[in-house]
């Protein structure tokens, strides 16, 4: 079998994207996708509670489009039907006067009747809808179906419901962020060992001659390549909010090996993949420096340069060659960023790895890391403290005051009245003892906690975009309608800090050469001086 015909077995318009009882087997793609196979901690977990289940328990294994949950129930569906009901797609009712509400309660009119446990694949979308229009048979499945879908807790009476997001396939707790499943899933395709029919096809088309997909082959097989990948896809995860799905990713790496350019093209190009069009909006060519921007010149005006001959024969050695047509200047940019942390040739690409330093991620994996596992110790706690100061206090103070630059940073602005600004002196600080208590543990965010004269305002849910808005702010940065998607959250922040200030006894008028201060004395008593 050709490499080509070989990989389109992990693309989504392949007919082995979606596992069911119902696909034709094609032998040499079934061996193939039996040696990707690579066991997630979720299917760990369903594995064990499959092994344990009374028979009046249902499992729900739930989640989005795509995620896996049919490879997982039809591979244990083989294993355990003697014993087990399941239900695979919850989704679709299979008939065609049935909806799929329809279907699901007669599949729990059976699972009553039968007296056996129950394993149902289902969306958490469908999930809800089933817990709004589900019979009023099967009020108690539907009442347990809230509980889950309000507290997010696994056990709910005699249900269990294992959810893909709560099995986030990137780990930010560890010194190196990084994705067990994703770097297993690459060590697999790229393998060079007889093991992996991948490396078998590609030895074979060494000798016909697709020297593109050849080259993206011996590309995708360099560790730090893979390691720039699993950088890029936890990007889209935490910046576009992207969810990675299986069967997603097997057709991202389709994309990028079988696709019409080089790796480095086929990674930034515009795709159908839903990862690829993501992720085209992290393209290094978008990067402006000046580094960057001559070198784009001089290959322009074709200037010689000794250095960059080398490297650029050398490129060979990968089946690279630039020929200002198939490989383009920006092609090569695409590349140096690819590969930045690789020596290679003379390291010419290494001029440019500076420009492509991205410390928002690392920040991030940082502060979440501390926010999250926060013990009380006297070194995390000053690295907290001078976050909550430099960054998050001093981001809301700058925003809240925004249109009154006059105030210091104590004060805090509440409404303008004519030239008259309404503000109160406030003080803002961490609940490190809150931060202590925080048991949320999701990677897309992580809660910070502020006190306003000791008064507990609600957590603040940062994610990777606001912790960005909050630096930007902090160096100057005045927030515009690009930003309202994030500028909510802040508004959320100063409204909750306004309502303490108007309740404060003591408020501040400004004009433009005066301050007045109003206490209140009683009730019916304000003490006005500063006139």
Not at 398 to 413: G, I, P, Q, V
Not at 522 to 531: R, T
Request: a negative charge.
């Amino acid at each position: 079998m050709k490499l080509r015909e070989g990989l389109s077995a992990l693309s989504k318009s392949s007919p082995y994207a979606v596992t069911t009882d119902l696909r034709a087997d094609f032998p040499e793609l079934d061996v193939l996708k039996e040696y990707l196979f690579v066991e997630t901690e979720i299917e760990r977990v369903f594995k064990n509670r499959m092994q344990s289940l009374e028979p009046d328990q249902i499992l729900f294994l739930c989640g989005s489009s795509g995620d896996g949950k049919s490879e997982i129930l039809t591979r244990y569906k083989h294993q355990f039907s003697e014993s087990i009901d399941f239900h695979l797609d919850a989704t679709h009712s299979f008939r065609p006067k049935k909806t799929a509400v329809d279907t699901l309660n007669d599949v729990f009119s059976k699972y009553k009747r039968n007296n056996r446990p129950l394993a149902v694949g289902i969306n958490i979308g469908m999930l809800g809808n089933y817990a709004e229009e589900g019979s009023e048979e099967h009020d108690d499945i539907r009442q347990t179906i809230k509980q889950f879908l309000d507290t997010k807790k696994a056990e709910q009476n005699n249900c269990f419901f294992l959810d893909f997001e709560s099995f986030p396939k990137f780990d930010l707790s560890a010194d190196v962020r990084t994705s067990d499943f994703l770097k297993q899933l690459l060590t697999k395709v790229t393998a060079n060992t007889d093991e992996n029919p991948i490396f078998r096809m590609y030895q074979q088309e060494l000798d016909s001659g697709d020297t593109i997909l050849c080259a993206n082959y011996q590309l995708l097989s360099i560790t730090k390549v893979q390691d720039i990948l699993i950088d890029l896809l936890l990007k889209a995860r935490l910046e576009k909010d992207q969810f990675i799905t299986a069967r997603s990713l097997l057709d991202f790496i389709y994309i990028l090996l079988a696709g019409p350019g080089y790796l480095f093209d086929n990674l930034f190009n515009d795709s159908d993949n839903e990862l690829g069009m993501k992720i085209a909006d992290f393209d290094p060519c978008a990067l402006r420096s000046k580094n960057l921007d001559l070198f784009i010149l001089q290959r322009q005006l074709e200037l010689p340069s000794e250095e960059f001959e080398q490297f650029s024969h050398d490129l060979r050695e990968y089946g690279i060659k630039y020929d200002g047509e198939k490989v383009t200047k920006y092609s090569l940019v695409r590349l140096f960023y690819l590969i930045k942390d690789l020596d290679f040739s003379n390291n010419f690409h290494h001029k440019f790895r500076q420009d492509f330093n991205d410390h928002l991620i690392e920040n991030y994996a940082n502060f979440w890391n501390l926010n999250s596992n926060y013990e009380g110790g006297k070194t995390e706690k000053a690295i907290l403290k001078s976050f909550y100061k430099n960054v998050v206090l001093a981001s809301i103070n700058r925003y809240a005051n925004r249109n009154a630059s006059n105030l210091h940073k104590d004060e805090f602005f509440i409404s303008a009245h004519d030239s008259w600004q309404l503000t109160a002196e406030l003080e803002l600080s961490a609940d490190y003892a809150s931060i202590k208590e925080s048991d949320v543990n999701k990677i897309g965010y992580f809660n910070a906690y502020i006190k306003v004269a000791d008064k507990q305002l609600e957590p603040i849910p940062i994610n990777i975009n606001l912790l960005d808005l909050m630096y930007r702010i902090v160096r100057g940065y005045r927030p515009n309608k690009h930003d309202k998607n994030t500028v909510v959250l802040l508004d959320e922040i100063v409204d909750q800090i306004v309502e303490v200030a108007n309740a404060s006894s003591i408020l501040y008028l400004h004009t433009s050469n005066s301050r007045i201060k109003l206490k209140e004395v009683d009730e019916d008593d304000i003490e006005v001086s500063g006139l």
